[in-house]
């Protein structure tokens, strides 16, 4: 396997929550604690090192020295090291404290790994190749992995090969499924499994959103037919008091995303589902999980508080509430903090407006590119 697909990582109390919790949303992390004074330490390195690289990319292992991080091993409660912990979702799956053999290092790795077989298209995109993925494509037309995998390939040879190929794919991106996260979660950590690695550490969230926002423009010369009036959806949203979660151009309160420039961050049929299901597009919304996670806090004295995370560390978490009041913890010192992925606090609007209004919504909200 090229070791370009092994996700494997040194990390530090200022990285723990980027490249082990958040990245955690996307696949298993192992995280091993180990000391260089520690000899058990170093036996089970190498073993963790082999087992995790056999994963093909699935799982990422993540190591951290609790001599020069001393807050990581904090959190975790560390009596003893070695001490390895896997975290799924942002949550501790399954741990062990102590040196272990390979066989039982290999079956608590592959323990985390899901259990259904891997099905047609999936072992397509696993391939990676041009026409694998156009494979795929012609079994699920609207494949968000295969589409963003299939866009970059053409991309990277737009000088040589077919632009408007490009073109066209990225166009239905742009208009059928929220690319942009996508685009960026490829960018940064490939496609596990594939000849598709990511740039990993190299990388960072903000050159890959700058790279995302390019490959985008290369589709934004397609124009598109709304149906609705974005006039009367300017209305309706005002009348709605959206503006009381969602800042447009400088105005409202940034409880959920910015929309100044959701037109060419979204699709219509994105915006559409956002705004009669908001929850269902949280399970496709890699950056709107780490950005915009619903967390309920259960305090020591019996309180329940449930809000957006503003800001979470090794240490401390940070909320807001429906209400917009700001709540800072330290994390010792609440009960628990239950973190809900596939949830927004967004109400639905699927009844509360017309067919008519839902469109005019949509049109106004595709119109929002940022100020001329």
């Known amino acids: 396997m090229p070791a370009s697909t092994l996700v494997d990582m040194d990390v530090t109390d200022a990285t723990f929550q980027t490249e082990v919790i958040d990245r955690s949303s996307q696949v298993p992390v192992v995280v091993d604690l180990w000391a260089e004074w520690c ?13 995790v690289a056999e994963q093909g990319g699935r799982i990422a292992l993540a190591k951290v020295d609790i001599d020069a991080n001393p807050g990581v091993a904090q959190a975790f409660q560390v009596q003893s090291i070695p001490a390895v912990f896997a975290l799924v979702d942002g949550q501790v799956s399954s741990s062990f404290v102590g040196a272990q053999g390979e066989d039982a290092v290999r079956t608590f790795v592959e323990g985390l790994l899901p259990a259904e077989e891997v099905s047609e298209i999936d072992r397509l995109i696993a391939l990676g190749d041009e026409a694998s993925l156009i494979t795929a494509l012609g079994i699920e037309a609207d494949n968000v992995t295969a589409v963003t995998a299939l866009a970059l390939l053409l991309v990277e040879r737009a000088g040589e090969g077919d632009p408007e190929a490009a073109l066209n794919l990225l166009e239905r991106m742009m208009t059928d499924e929220p690319d942009l996260d996508a685009l960026i979660r490829v960018i940064r950590f490939g496609i596990p499994g594939t000849g598709m690695p990511g740039g990993g550490l190299i990388i960072t969230e903000p050159y890959a959103i700058q790279v995302a926002h390019f ?3 290369m589709g934004a010369t397609v124009d598109k037919p709304v149906a609705g009036n974005p006039a009367r959806g300017s209305q309706i949203f005002e009348k709605g008091d959206c503006g009381t979660c969602h800042i447009v151009n400088g105005h409202g309160t940034s409880l959920g995303p910015e929309l100044s420039e959701v037109g060419t961050q979204r699709g219509l049929a994105y915006l559409r589902t956002a705004i009669q299901h908001p929850a269902d597009n949280m399970t496709k919304n890699l950056r709107g999980f780490k950005t915009f996670l619903v967390v309920r806090i259960e305090t ?7 809000g957006v995370r503003i800001n979470e560390d090794t240490l401390t978490i940070q909320i807001r509430d429906i209400d917009k009041k700001y709540h800072s913890f330290r994390k010792q010192e609440v009960k628990a903090i239950h973190r809900e992925p596939a949830q927004s606090i967004m109400p639905s609007y699927g009844d509360a407006f017309s067919p008519e209004e839902i469109d005019d919504l949509v049109a106004y909200l595709a119109s929002m590119r940022g100020k001329k």
């Open 300 to 306: 020591e004295d019996g309180q329940v508080i449930r």
């Open 215 to 217: 490959v985008k423009t």
């Open 39 to 51: 000899g058990p330490c170093k036996a089970l390195g190498p073993i963790l090192e082999k087992v």
